[in-house]
């Protein structure tokens, strides 16, 4: 802007305008020439080497997981950077690749992750995989036989303990009888080749190495698969010192597609819409898995008016607050930074000290303490004026208290960017404007607002759309409330964040898929109102130049 | 020169980015580091909240010491439920994880937790209630170390008598304020968005059920209580307390400051949990426990028995140890009195309860005041509850109309419960 202003004819400033020919060849020629440095080379290897490093760390995982496309991935990106770094060209690649590695990681990744979520009914309940809600239905069915025995019981191995088969060494507490069970059944042993401590568990037995639990646990997914068949069902470990007779009452028919219950004869069959096993009398298992459910949960967010019906007055009160929290604290923050930028000001410097005290707080702990003092009948601002206002209890008084809260926290920021816009705007333009026979406000409404408005637009607009999702303004004051009495979903400060965010982490328990469809609608929402509100001030821009 | 720095930063951005870019390709990576370590020896992973950790680690030291494996107790300090449950459909959970009983509905339908395998002379050790708050679908899953439950504190300089019933109560506490004694009737938290836990003795007292129970003794979640006329009934003589009524119970009394109101002298009746005594005992209180009262000519005042509890990762690395270390080792009463010390909370294991009984009379006093207390539902559905009831609580307290509001909250947990 200075250099618009230092001259009217030179739109251009030295050396960004189209160099001559020669010159960018030269500048090539010389990088190519340029020595090459013992420091230079050395820590070139050692960040390659770093990156291969890395690359390495991260693929043992991903080829144990065989997740083939991710490891496709790394080795694109890991072979793409050694290429990139070892060749002398594409010199703005190499500036530019770092940063867009992050930009993709960071978020193009996360806004893709979010957007496929969407589509699903991931949330508590249906987290996992099919495989895996059949595998904890039957484990989480398994039954100790009524009245049967309980063993003490040693894990043995025959052979090696790190590799020779696993063999139970259960002793009867009764009879004092110890057998030897592995997937075969039980074997009685002769009392004479065992030896019994005290607890009844065998410390040593002729054929057998006795595992400690050291090398026990080392086996951990051994032990606990193994089942040793009995008549009355199966002998499992519980734990690595007792065994007892159990049986699976559910078990998972791939044939018919369900669980049937031995017990009751019960059968749930697996319904892929819902991602559950439904009886015919319309009862579901808990254990469910997460099943792709298409448009679903963004029909409900429009159609269910539960939701819709809340979604838009919230919005409203969202642009609301937005807009109240960057306009009030920009007013008074650009109002104080006037102020003190008066010449006739003394003790500026203190002054701005004490402003600048609420910006340097925690605005976690300012909050929460806030909300304390909002209460009724012990809150300072009551106690103080002595009034009785039911602050956070009726809608109005809660947005305006929560408004009040943000312009407090705010204003700090507003002011110093204000001060800082301030100064860069020459003094000689005012002074002119009062050498013309302005008044001060015409001279701040003609000239210093304009300049200021053209060197903070863009803040206000990264600020108006932090305060968009402005969780922790309104969760640690009035967690969104009041509510209405008749609907606990939606509350009068709620904006759509903690709206969202009571959906998906909520005391009802977590509901990612739809979370994750609202979280699109406020990202469209934001987004929008952002590219609108930057194509404004670009025109306000080429207005004031 | 210039040239050779921003090389230098280029690389390392790049060494970063490809960090950056590895971390987020997979998220298996830790379970891998883990599992390498569990190979050389058995290695045992518990994670609790951070009161927990401290009195754990002497014992999980010595259970890995007697028994040659590597015991680690890790303290996760916020949002321990969800952290667990996430981490372990991740693969990245730990093998034993502790926590309240009402978490288990949850665990088990993703698949988190599975059953402990107690002998009956272990399970006989235990409270009945403690035990009957872990068993779900018939299963037991998890065992259970303490337990709690609400009960009335009353600061005995200035109620020297416990109050039979609540109305008793109010007007003790009425006395007390027209004396300029106290500025506050009773202490029961509620805040701008309720709190079930705390008005459900009030509501049971006056005729009101969450759930019904099924044949099997668990909690019904088809036959929900809330929205009935009975809930009705009994949020009308609830509302008699609140705002507009009495002004007994009031949304400006919250969960922050509803223990340092009553150690502040400001009301003389608290209704709260073992976690208040140790304030109160700082702030030199003279108190005594007695059972939350009900309301006249009402059903006795249930609160809701919690039990905290170890449970088995089903995803855990080393299952096989992590049952040893549940179902036969924390079923001793050692680790039961050395959890109590850090925190005095009624041990759930009655040889661990006779054993701190005698130094703690506050213990009997609160077991006394759950001795009729209602097993906190552990069910799934047992989610959908907790906001709506709480917030049809709060605008009921504030002087809404009890059958609409408690209708609406009704039809909206009926809407949740799948």
Partial sequence: MSTKLSGPGSTRTPGRGPAGPGLPRTARTARHHAPITATGLAVKVVLLGLVAGIALWAAFPLVEAEKWVGLALLAATTAGLFYLYLTPRHIPAKYLVPGTLFLIAFQVFPVLYTASTAFTNFGDGHRGSKDEAIVAIQSSSVQQVPGSTEYALSVATAGDPATGALVFLVTDPATGVVSAGDADGLRRLDPADVTVGSGGKVTAADGYTVLNFGQASARSQEITDLVVPTTGGALRSSGL??????????????????????????????????????????????????????????????????????????????????????????????????????????????????????????????????????????????????????????????????????????????????????????????????????????????????????????????????????????????????????????????????????????????EFGTAAAVSIFIFAIVATVSAISFRNTRKQEEVYS | MRIRTAGVVAVLGLALAASGCGGSDDDSSAPAAKESAGATGGKLVIWADDKRTAALKPFAESFGQANGVTVEVQAVSKDLQTTFVTASQQGSGPDVVVGAHDWIGNLVQNGAIDPVQLAADQKSGFNETAVKAVTFNGQLYGVPYAMENLALIRNTELAPEAPKTIEDLVAAGKKLKADKKASEILCLQSGQNGDAYHIYPLYTSAGGYLFGTAANGDYDPKDLGVGKPESIAAFQKIAKLGEKGEGALKRSITGENSIATFTGKKCAFLVSGPWAIADAKKANIAYDISPVPGFAGGKEAQPFVGVQAFYVAAKGKNKALAQEFVANYTTKPDLAVALYNAEPRPPALTAALDQVKGSDPDLAKFTEAGRNGQVLPAIPAMAAIWDPFGKAEAAIIGGADPAKTITAAGKTISGQIK
């Fill in chain 1, 241 to 510: 010192s007792r065994a007892y007779e159990g049986r699976a009452i559910r078990a998972y028919d791939a044939g018919c597609d369900c669980v049937t219950d031995s017990e009751s004869g019960k059968r749930w069959t697996a319904d892929e819409k819902t991602g559950s096993f439904v009886a015919a009398d319309g009862e579901r298992l808990a254990q469910g898995w997460q099943v792709n459910v298409g448009l679903e949960n963004f029909s409900r967010v429009l159609t269910d008016p539960n939701i819709s019906g809340p979604f838009f007055g919230t919005l409203l009160w969202n642009f609301a607050f937005a807009i109240g929290s960057t306009g009030f604290t920009f007013l008074l923050g650009m109002a104080i930074a006037l102020a003190l930028h008066s010449p006739r000001m003394r003790g500026t410097n203190l002054y701005r000290v004490l402003l600048i005290l609420p910006y340097a707080m925690p605005s976690f702990a300012m909050l929460l303490v806030w909300r304390d003092m909002f209460n009724t009948d012990f809150g300072l601002v009551n106690n103080l004026f002595g009034l009785g206002v039911d602050w956070f209890g009726e809608a109005w008084s809660a947005r305006a208290a929560v408004l009040l809260v943000q312009l407090w926290l705010g204003y700090p920021y507003m002011f110093l960017v204000a001060t800082g816009a301030l100064q860069a705007i020459p003094k000689e333009l005012t002074e002119a404007t009062s050498v013309d026979g302005a008044s001060p406000w015409q001279s701040f409404r003609a000239v210093t607002l304009p300049l200021l408005l053209v060197a903070l637009s863009p803040l206000l607009i990264a600020s108006f759309a932090y305060n968009f999702n402005n969780i922790n303004a309104i969760w640690l004051t009035t967690e969104g409330g009041p509510f209405p009495a008749d609907n606990p979903r939606n509350g009068a400060t709620d904006l759509l964040i903690t709206y969202t965010y009571r959906l998906a982490f909520g005391a009802q328990g977590a």
